[in-house]
């Protein structure tokens, strides 16, 4: 089992920035990749970033050149910063970590949100 708190969401203007946290405990040791997605009301829940346990990132286009992902494998936390924020950034984000065993596991989710 491997749980997910995640935190560093809130309300920020257009053009701001937040920086989320994702803390790993338990079987971290099966984690392969983690990662954010995010559900905006009424839509999908989609991958925003990813981070393997190599170091490779993946970014979903609406993202790229605005939002780093980064991981402290010493601290088990995966880090999503996120800059020149856009109201459609508006979402419940939610951190994912996939095991080796083909396993998938998710936080509580954090609440962002972009307006003025």
């Known amino acids: 089992q491997v749980q997910l708190v995640e935190s560093g969401g809130g309300l920020v203007q257009p053009g701001g920035s937040l920086r989320l946290s994702c803390a790993a405990s338990?079987?971290?040791?099966?984690?392969?990749?983690m990662g954010w997605y995010r559900q905006a009301p009424g839509k999908e829940r989609e991958l925003v970033a990813a981070i393997t346990s190599g170091g490779s990132t993946n970014y979903a286009d609406s993202v790229k050149g605005r939002f780093t992902i980064s991981r402290d494998n010493a601290k088990n936390t995966v880090y999503l910063q996120m800059n020149s924020l856009k109201p459609e950034d508006t979402a419940v984000y939610y951190c994912n970590a996939d095991t080796v065993a083909g396993q998938a596991y998710w936080g509580q989710g954090t609440q962002v949100t972009v307006s003025s």
């Open positions: 338990g079987s971290i040791f099966s984690i392969n990749a």
